[in-house]
Each structure stands twice: as structure tokens, then as C-alpha cells.
């Protein structure tokens, strides 16, 4: 499991760390990452020696951090210029380090122009809003040279704890962070600001009770979650999941889900509804019955029969997972419910649910999706090119980074939910039915999508590989 803790949580770990350390012990770590990053980048594009680097230096350590690697960079013969934001309040150590080891401090930003390498040290988890004056001045014109930027922590302008970007912010290629994952690397729009992230230990811990505000599930994770049949398995001890999914007009999202949901670990599916699954999937039980899960919603139309389904799917007793149409037909607080229920929207749908535009939903993802999981009392899958999923009785949200963007084709909403519905059946709770089903829905695009372009319906057919690559 990777975690990313809240700003105020880093600075109180980092208090601990630093009394039992050496002064400024602590950011040499941290620098001596980033040189190394930087090196590393600087190889892959030629050389290290005689390359430019042009660093761009805040106010506070975020820019200590960017000279400290200076120095080291300039030690190993690169040509090391550093651009300061505000000169009287740059790092002082920072600044002499550079100065000794031979790089130089300059006032004119022309030097981006032949640099290599560009190193955002503009502002760290201690940057608020967007950036501004002389710093936007500095990033757009580092933008402009077009060399690749590596971000310092975070990239600059983003905020740390949200992801949320309010102004001008950097767009890095890769970012380097230091002692744990900062929440805005991990959701978007902050973190399509940060390219790649490399994390470099400081040696930071967190006690047990600090909770951190997000995690991402790695592929040990999900293998632990997976169900897994025994000797003593049968059909219906491996769960039953039934399906109130497609309708007339859209038959083909009952084939797709009721499709994912058989190569979802369960022991049978039951269809509900008016399409012809049946000759696509022999196995399938045609009508309905005892079930462990159900899934409404996909392709369902929104018409008086496709109420009717939903609402007799959210009178049973057993945990549902809502999508697509059955999202947009939920009256408010319909989920007073015995039996716990997921609901799976775009940024469209949650705003059509918290009565909000897509736009506020987009630019405050973490804070949606929470407030989704609380006002309708549902485990929430936010989807996106980062899948955010939120529990109503914890604070923490999971996000999923084990995707591409194939993922975003027509369909591939009903095949997430047959997969997310079958892990329910098979007994996974319903945060985390619904983590590993992301995980399980990115891991089939990016299987897929290696032969080529990707329709929903080889996201059914790539499922059982990968499955079995992560059980491996
Ligand atoms: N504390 C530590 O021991 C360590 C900190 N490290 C580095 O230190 C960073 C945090 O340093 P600081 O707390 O000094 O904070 P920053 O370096 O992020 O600088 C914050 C300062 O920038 C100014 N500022 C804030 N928002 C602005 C905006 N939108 N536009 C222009 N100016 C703005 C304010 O004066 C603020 O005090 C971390 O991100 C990390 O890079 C690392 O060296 C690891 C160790
Ligand atoms: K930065």
C-alpha cells in the first residue's frame, strides 16, 4: 500500500525526525534525492557532465532543497544557474552551498532557454493558491524554454492536501517527493500537474494514529483482497451476483456487465430484465432469485420501467451497486437501506447528484467525493483517469492509479460495475469490492490495450489474464 498523509501530519513527522537528528540533516536527504533524480534524467537525455540546469528558488525550503541539489549537481560538472523569486528571502545555506561548489545565482531568465533541465523549487507544502507575481512569472517562462522540468516535493501552485489548483500552477514532467506521497500528487487536476513521481525516503514514520488521507492500492493489495475458491467451494458459496442492467434500447450494456461479472470470481449470475443474454452466455440464470449482490443501473433507460427495476433492487436486503442511468433516477436519500449500497459516477453524474456543475466536481474531487459518501450514505467510486473511492464511515479514500486512459470508451462504465457487483457477491466489503474493482477494471484496459485499440468488449475478454497476472 502507498499512502499520502496531510501537510500538518508531514510537518509534525518531520519535527519528530529532525530532534533526533543533525541539523539540516533532513534536507540533505532530501537534496541528495533529487540530485539523483536529476542526474538520472540528465543521462537519459545525453550527459550529466557539461549539461545546464537552471533551478527556480522560493522563499522557503522547497527552494533550499533545489539549491542544496544544485550544489551537488554543479560538483559533478554541470553548469548550475539559479533563478530567485524573491532574492532577499531565498535559503541562505542553500545559497552559499551553490555559490561554493561553482554554480551561479542570475537575474535573467534567458538562462532557461539553454538549460537541459529546469528544477521547480518554487514552493513546496508550504504553498497556498496559485502562484503569483514574481513566481507565475518565473514557471511560465520555464514552460516557454519547453526543457523538462522536475518538481521539487510537488509542483508548484498545486495544493498539497487537496490536489485542487487555483491559479497558475507548474506542469512538471516528474516530480520528486520526500517522505511520503503529498495527497495532490494523487488527484487530479494536482496530479496531472506532476508527471512521474519518484518518492525518495528521509527516513519520515507515522505513528498508528495518524490517519493518512489517501491510499493507493499496489498489486499485493488486491491479490490479498481477491477472492480465491477453496477445495469446498460451490457455485453458491462462491457468491451469486444478479444483474437489473441494459433494456431494449440498450441491450448492449446488459451483455457487457453480465459479461464481467462471470469473470468476476463468482459462482453464478442471475439476469434480470428484458435482454437476451442468455444466447451470448449460457451460463447465465435468467430471471431472478437469491442473490449475495446486485448491480442496476447500466443501460437500464430511465424510463417508468427502469424505476420500477431500480427501486425493487433497493428494497432488497443484500449490497447493490448503482451506475449509470440508476444514478440518474435515485431520488435524494434513497438509500435508506438495511444493506450497504456503492454508487459508481462521473464527474456528470455526482454533480447531477449533489445538485452541483461537473466543473465544481472536477476541481475539488476529494472534497466530492467525501461529501457524496456522506450525504447519500454510499460507498462512492468517483471515476476519472484517478478513480477516488470513499466509504460513509471513513475518512479515508482510496485512489486508484492503475489505469490509462483506453478505459475511457463506450461501455467500460458496465464492465466496472459487473466486476465491482461480482467481488461483492464473493464476499469482499463493499470499500473494498470497490478499490479492487478499479484496480482490476485499469489492470484489464492496460492488458488490453496492448494489442491495440481497446473496445469495452475485450475489457471482458482480457479479464480472466488479468486477473491471473495478479494472482501471480
Ligand atoms: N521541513 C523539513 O525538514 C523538510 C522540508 N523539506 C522541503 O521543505 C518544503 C517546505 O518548506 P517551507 O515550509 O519553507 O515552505 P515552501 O518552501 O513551500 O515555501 C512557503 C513560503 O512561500 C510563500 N508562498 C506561499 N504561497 C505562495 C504563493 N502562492 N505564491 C508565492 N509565494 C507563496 C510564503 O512566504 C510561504 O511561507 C517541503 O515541500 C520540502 O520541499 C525537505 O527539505 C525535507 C525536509
Ligand atoms: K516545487
Given at each position: 500500500m502507498r499512502y499520502a498523509h496531510a501537510v500538518a501530519d508531514v510537518r509534525a513527522a518531520e519535527r519528530e525526525l529532525m530532534a533526533r537528528l543533525p541539523e539540516g540533516a533532513l534536507m540533505q536527504r532530501a537534496a541528495f534525492g533529487l540530485a539523483t533524480v536529476a542526474a538520472d534524467m540528465l543521462r537519459d537525455a545525453g550527459?550529466?557532465?557539461?549539461s545546464r540546469v537552471a533551478l527556480l528558488v522560493g522563499v522557503g525550503d522547497n527552494g533550499g532543497d533545489a539549491l542544496y541539489a544544485g550544489a551537488l549537481l554543479a560538483g559533478r560538472g554541470v553548469a548550475v544557474h539559479a533563478l530567485l523569486a524573491d532574492p532577499d528571502r531565498a535559503h541562505e545555506g542553500g545559497l552559499s552551498a551553490l555559490r561554493d561548489a561553482g554554480g551561479r545565482i542570475v537575474a535573467d531568465a534567458a538562462v532557461l532557454d539553454q538549460a537541459d533541465l529546469v528544477v521547480d523549487g518554487l514552493l513546496g507544502i508550504g504553498g497556498r493558491g496559485g502562484l503569483r507575481g514574481e513566481f507565475a512569472r518565473l514557471a511560465e517562462a520555464a514552460h516557454e524554454s519547453g526543457a523538462p522540468i522536475l518538481a521539487v516535493?510537488?509542483?508548484?501552485?498545486?495544493?498539497?492536501?487537496?490536489?485542487?489548483?487555483?491559479g497558475p500552477a507548474v506542469r512538471a514532467d516528474v516530480t520528486v517527493t520526500f517522505g511520503t506521497h503529498k495527497p495532490g500528487l494523487f488527484v487530479d487536476p494536482g496530479a496531472s500537474h506532476a508527471g512521474i513521481v519518484e518518492f525518495v525516503d528521509i527516513g519520515l514514520e507515522f505513528p498508528p494514529s495518524v490517519e493518512p488521507v489517501l491510499e493507493n492500492l499496489q498489486v499485493q493489495d488486491v491479490r490479498a483482497l481477491l477472492p480465491a475458491p477453496g477445495r469446498s467451494s460451490h457455485k453458491y458459496s462462491r457468491g451469486v451476483v444478479g444483474l437489473a442492467v441494459g433494456s431494449e434500447r440498450y441491450p448492449g450494456a446488459a451483455l457487457l456487465a453480465v459479461g464481467a461479472a462471470l469473470r468476476s470470481g463468482v459462482g453464478a449470475v442471475r439476469y434480470s430484465g428484458p435482454v437476451d443474454v442468455v444466447s451470448s452466455y449460457p451460463e447465465v440464470i435468467a430471471g431472478g432469485g437469491k442473490v449475495q449482490a446486485w448491480v442496476v443501473g447500466?443501460?437500464?433507460?430511465?424510463?417508468d420501467e427502469a424505476v420500477r427495476r431500480l427501486l425493487n433492487v433497493l428494497a432488497t436486503d443484500v449490497p447493490v451497486v448503482v451506475d449509470a442511468d440508476g444514478l440518474r433516477l435515485l431520488p435524494r436519500k434513497a438509500f435508506e437501506r438495511s444493506a450497504p449500497t456503492i454508487i459508481t459516477p462521473h464527474a456528470g453524474e455526482a454533480a447531477a447528484l449533489l445538485d452541483v456543475t461537473a466543473e465544481q466536481i472536477e476541481g475539488q474531487r476529494l472534497e466530492y467525493v467525501r461529501r457524496l459518501a456522506q450525504s447519500y450514505d454510499a460507498t462512492v467510486?468517483?471515476?476519472?483517469?484517478?478513480t477516488l473511492i470513499a466509504g460513509p464511515q471513513t475518512s479515508r479514500v482510496r485512489v486508484n492509479t492503475h489505469a490509462g486512459p483506453v478505459l475511457a470508451t463506450a461501455g467500460s462504465g458496465d464492465v466496472l460495475a459487473g466486476i465491482i457487483g461480482g467481488l461483492l457477491a464473493g464476499g469482499l466489503s463493499p470499500y473494498d469490492a470497490a478499490s479492487a474493482g478499479a484496480y482490476l477494471h485499469g489492470a484489464t484496459g492496460l492488458l488490453a490495450a496492448r494489442s491495440g485499440p481497446v473496445a469495452a468488449g475485450d475489457l471482458v475478454a482480457s479479464l480472466p489474464l488479468a486477473w491471473h497476472n495478479i494472482q501471480e
Open positions: 550527459s550529466v557532465y557539461g516535493d510537488l509542483p508548484s501552485g498545486i495544493e498539497a492536501d487537496t490536489g485542487e489548483v487555483s447500466s443501460g437500464l433507460g430511465r424510463d467510486v468517483l471515476k476519472g483517469p484517478l
